[in-house]
């Protein structure tokens, strides 16, 4: 009796194993990466509770998996963006300040073209400068963060983006006082690669100098301001975020990595309003993208690359009025950042895991 049971145990593990090897993961139609650069879960938990008070929805919550991410470097238990961006979107972890890079200085694969050579559109949107570590991070390659020239030049030879959003005009020259361009601006050479370029609010600059490849605006000197200091007439990021997806042809399978950057600038600083009206602000462009994207055909991650500012919430009422809340540094702290998932292919993520699984599990969807 013992020899059948066994058997019978025997039998039913391995087919439970075979079953779950073979079984197809939904593959999804969109998959939509927000990057929330800074925010912590204390952060995120904070912006749960300014939703309450503001009359908006805590869209953080409709998610399924919630998950804990590691993020520390080949070389720093604290990351930096530029590291952080490598391992989040090209699948490695490497040394702090290097950008596409592994530890050994070998250029890594970009989720930007593997998107693009499944055929799908391909879109990058960020309230801060396209130099910037985050967005640098999918289409650059350095062992400096800082080297604005190779970052530069990288977004030129690129072929993959269809649409770019970003700030940043002065770096590639456009006179900051009268907007023009200057002889040498970089933009001519984005024209020349293909590129609709367009400028502050989306206004027009230059048309694409050969066959069309995408759109690109640079709709600000540097990084937008802050959403509590913006000027007149000036979009909140929610609405620049629309602007950018409607560049796009609806009949494509879309990839896009929309970054919600200056929560970490305002963190840097400890800058109490804005980094309130920064977190409302992801809340709102969370809920644009679940309504934008059809839940049962995308795949959604809202993660945060690291902290930035140590906060600590110390009284208030669960409505979200008369918060109190600390700041404990000016830089990045080495904890768990949030990393939330929901839709097709969400199974893949659990639990606890760094962040630099989350493109190879993303690539095994696809196989």
Same mark, same amino acid.
């Given at each position: 009796?013992?020899?059948?049971?066994?058997?019978?145990?025997?039998?039913? /593990?391995?087919?439970?194993?075979?079953?779950?090897?073979?079984?197809?993961?939904?593959?999804?139609?969109?998959?939509?990466?927000?990057?929330?650069?800074?925010?912590?879960?204390?952060?995120?938990?904070?912006?749960?509770?300014?939703?309450?008070?503001?009359?908006?929805?805590?869209?953080?919550?409709?998610?399924?998996?919630?998950?804990?991410?590691?993020?520390?470097?080949?070389?720093?238990?604290?990351?930096?963006?530029?590291?952080?961006?490598?391992?989040?979107?090209?699948?490695?972890?490497?040394?702090?300040?290097?950008?596409?890079?592994?530890?050994?200085?070998?250029?890594?694969?970009?989720?930007?073209?593997?998107?693009?050579?499944?055929?799908?559109?391909?879109?990058?949107?960020?309230?801060?400068?396209?130099?910037?570590?985050?967005?640098?991070?999918?289409?650059?390659?350095?062992?400096?963060?800082?080297?604005?020239?190779?970052?530069?030049?990288?977004?030129?030879?690129?072929?993959?983006?269809?649409?770019?959003?970003?700030?940043?005009?002065?770096?590639?020259?456009?006179?900051?006082?009268?907007?023009?361009?200057?002889?040498?601006?970089? /933009?001519?050479?984005?024209?020349?690669?293909?590129?609709?370029?367009?400028?502050?609010?989306?206004?027009?600059? /230059?048309?694409?100098?050969?066959?069309?490849?995408?759109?690109?605006?640079?709709?600000?000197?540097?990084?937008?301001?802050?959403?509590?200091?913006?000027?007149?007439?000036?979009?909140?990021?929610?609405?620049?975020?629309?602007?950018?997806?409607?560049?796009?042809?609806?009949?494509?399978?879309?990839?896009?990595?929309?970054?919600?950057?200056?929560?970490?600038?305002?963190?840097?600083?400890?800058?109490?309003?804005?980094?309130?009206?920064?977190?409302?602000?992801?809340?709102?462009?969370?809920?644009?993208?679940?309504?934008?994207?059809?839940?049962?055909?995308?795949?959604?991650?809202?993660?945060?690359?690291?902290?930035?500012?140590?906060?600590?919430?110390?009284?208030?009422?669960?409505?979200?009025?008369?918060?109190?809340?600390?700041?404990?540094?000016?830089?990045?702290?080495?904890?768990?950042?949030?990393?939330?998932?929901?839709?097709?292919?969400?199974?893949?993520?659990?639990?606890?895991?760094?962040?630099?699984?989350?493109?190879?599990?993303?690539?095994?969807?696809?196989?």
């Amino acid at each position: 009796m013992k020899q059948i049971f066994s058997f019978l145990l025997i039998f039913v /593990l391995s087919v439970s194993l075979n079953f779950a090897g073979t079984t197809e993961l939904n593959k999804p139609e969109n998959v939509i990466i927000l990057v929330c650069d800074g925010m912590g879960f204390n952060h995120m938990y904070f912006s749960e509770l300014l939703t309450e008070k503001n009359g908006i929805k805590p869209a953080s919550r409709e998610f399924e998996n919630i998950c804990l991410g590691l993020n520390y470097t080949s070389d720093s238990l604290v990351t930096d963006s530029a590291a952080a961006a490598t391992a989040i979107f090209r699948g490695s972890m490497t040394k702090a300040g290097y950008l596409g890079l592994n530890p050994e200085k070998e250029e890594l694969e970009s989720i930007g073209s593997f998107f693009k050579n499944m055929g799908w559109s391909v879109s990058i949107i960020t309230n801060t400068a396209y130099y910037d570590a985050t967005p640098a991070g999918i289409y650059a390659t350095s062992t400096s963060r800082d080297d604005t020239e190779k970052i530069t030049n990288d977004l030129i030879k690129n072929d993959f983006i269809d649409v770019l959003i970003a700030g940043g005009l002065e770096k590639l020259g456009v006179n900051s006082f009268t907007g023009k361009l200057k002889k040498n601006s970089s /933009l001519n050479a984005l024209a020349e690669n293909g590129y609709e370029i367009l400028g502050i609010n989306f206004s027009y600059l /230059l048309p694409p100098k050969t066959t069309k490849k995408g759109t690109m605006a640079f709709i600000s000197m540097g990084n937008m301001n802050f959403e509590d200091d913006k000027l007149e007439g000036e979009l909140a990021f929610s609405e620049v975020v629309k602007e950018g997806l409607d560049l796009l042809d609806n009949d494509e399978n879309v990839f896009a990595m929309i970054e919600c950057g200056r929560i970490d600038d305002a963190c840097h600083i400890n800058d109490d309003e804005s980094l309130k009206a920064e977190l409302l602000e992801f809340q709102r462009v969370l809920n644009f993208l679940l309504e934008r994207f059809p839940t049962d055909e995308t795949l959604f991650i809202v993660l945060s690359d690291h902290e930035t500012g140590g906060i600590c919430l110390n009284s208030g009422f669960p409505d979200g009025t008369n918060i109190l809340f600390h700041w404990g540094s000016f830089d990045h702290t080495a904890s768990y950042v949030p990393i939330l998932v929901k839709g097709n292919g969400s199974e893949l993520f659990r639990g606890i895991f760094h962040i630099e699984e989350i493109f190879p599990n993303i690539k095994k969807i696809f196989e």
